[in-house]
């Protein structure tokens, strides 16, 4: 049929299997390497120096980093790519609305920081220069997804894990854990800056520009409520239970965000072919990414129960008692929603960016409805059978959303 139609479809050739896989290991490799450093070394590094309550905190702090540089920096990331095909836009377009993205990052850090009653001119500054190049960050990588290079993209990560362990050093000295993490992020910017062309006439606009805005508004407010729901853990321990309960949770879903973060590359080395790829979206299609997301999944999981134990008696042997018996629930319900995350970027290529809405409000109306109650009448416990139940609705939700938008297209019908 794709002949028919006078679309050439290479990617069932061996050449294009080759080329995807190296791009694969390459940004999931890049990525992996850099969360270890930070999971593995700077985290429990942080721990070690500052306690549970004080660490508590500083993961509720970057849970704030990761709502909005993420949804922001990702937002423009992921327009940029899903316009290519579509029309051509120019830097201007995304560097004028990243500086608005910038300033209401650093007008919501400054309100974190305030409500938590540790504001000061130092702490706002820092804070608002971590959340500033961290969305920078996100944005950056699309130079090199956007070219399929994905061997430059590697050398990105890498300079962005040096940064973070230099960055231990400067701790060490300093006593600052700020400069941990700035030091990371402005390393990589700044190679994008200097070695790359998406800041090269930055405020170069095309005729288009008002479409980028509006698509990539979209796709910010749906990231947000996203990371949010991502986050829950940390904004609702912190705020009904305390520092020691975001510790004590994230300890033992550990392994289960690491795997849940490694979306991020998945998705990216999918939405990059994807946005080059020209056939259709059928229900075969989709079920065999659906089996193949589910495979996944699985061995996730029992590689997150077997090492887990071990890892956080090694890493974190002052919370493992308290972790222990969260273990299999936190992670379960960490790789449902890396699951459900990379079934989204399959809707989001090939369906209206309002599903990516839809999805994100519904789970996050269920999430919160369920999550609230369970904690304050069952504690850590509670949030941690709320969050398993909601990730699980949230993976059912999007089968059938790709499922009945496979038929449909199928049969000729549009959204």
């Not at 999981?301 to 890493?315: F, T």
């Not at 699980?392 to 038929?407: E, K, Q, Y």
Request: net charge positive; charged share 15%; proline share 2%.
């Amino acid at each position: 049929m794709e002949r028919k139609n006078g679309i050439k479809n290479n990617y069932m050739k061996p050449k294009f299997k080759l080329s995807f896989a190296k791009d694969l290991s390459y940004n999931v490799l890049a990525v992996v390497i850099m969360n270890v450093v930070i999971q593995f070394a700077v985290y429990p590094y942080l721990n070690k120096m500052m306690g549970e309550e004080a660490f508590g905190t500083v993961l509720y702090l970057m849970s704030i980093v990761a709502i909005v540089s993420n949804s922001f920096g990702m937002a423009l990331n992921n327009t940029r790519l899903v316009i290519k095909p579509k029309f051509e836009s120019k830097n201007g377009d995304y560097n004028t609305l990243m500086l608005l993205f910038c300033v209401i990052s650093s007008v919501v850090a400054l309100i974190i920081l305030y409500t938590l009653n540790i504001l000061t001119l130092f702490n706002g500054i820092l804070f608002c220069i971590l959340v500033i190049m961290t969305l920078m960050r996100y944005y950056s990588d699309v130079e090199y997804r956007i070219t399929l290079n994905f061997k430059r993209y590697f050398v990105y990560y890498m300079l962005l894990s040096a940064g973070y362990l230099g960055g231990l050093l400067l701790y060490h000295f300093t006593g600052d854990w700020y400069s941990t993490l700035i030091l990371g992020e402005t390393i990589a910017v700044l190679f994008v800056i200097f070695r790359g062309e998406i800041y090269r006439k930055p405020f170069e606009c095309s005729e288009k520009r008002k479409t980028v805005w509006r698509m990539t508004m979209t796709v910010a407010v749906s990231y947000l409520v996203s990371n949010i729901l991502m986050n829950l853990d940390r904004i609702v321990l912190q705020n009904f239970m305390g520092g020691d309960a975001v510790t004590i949770f994230y300890t033992a879903s550990l392994l289960g965000k690491t795997v849940a973060l490694l979306v991020g590359p998945l998705n990216g080395v999918m939405i990059a072919y994807l946005s080059n790829y020209r056939g259709e979206f059928t229900r075969s299609v989709f079920y065999k990414v659906l089996w193949g997301v589910i495979g996944l999944t699985a061995v996730c999981y029992v590689g997150c129960i077997l090492v887990s134990p071990w890892l956080i008696q090694l890493l974190y042997p002052n919370v493992y008692e308290a972790a222990s018996g969260l273990i299999n629930i936190a992670n379960l319900g960490q790789v449902l929603l890396f699951s459900s995350t990379m079934l989204t970027a399959v809707i989001l290529r090939f369906c209206h960016e309002k599903y990516q809405f839809i999805i994100v409000v519904v789970y996050g109306i269920i999430y919160i409805a369920l999550a609230i109650p369970a904690t304050l009448w069952y504690g850590i416990y509670g949030f941690a059978y709320a969050t398993l139940i909601a990730n699980m609705l949230r993976f059912l939700f999007i089968v059938i959303i790709g499922t009945r938008h496979s038929i449909n297209r199928r049969k000729g019908g549009a959204d």
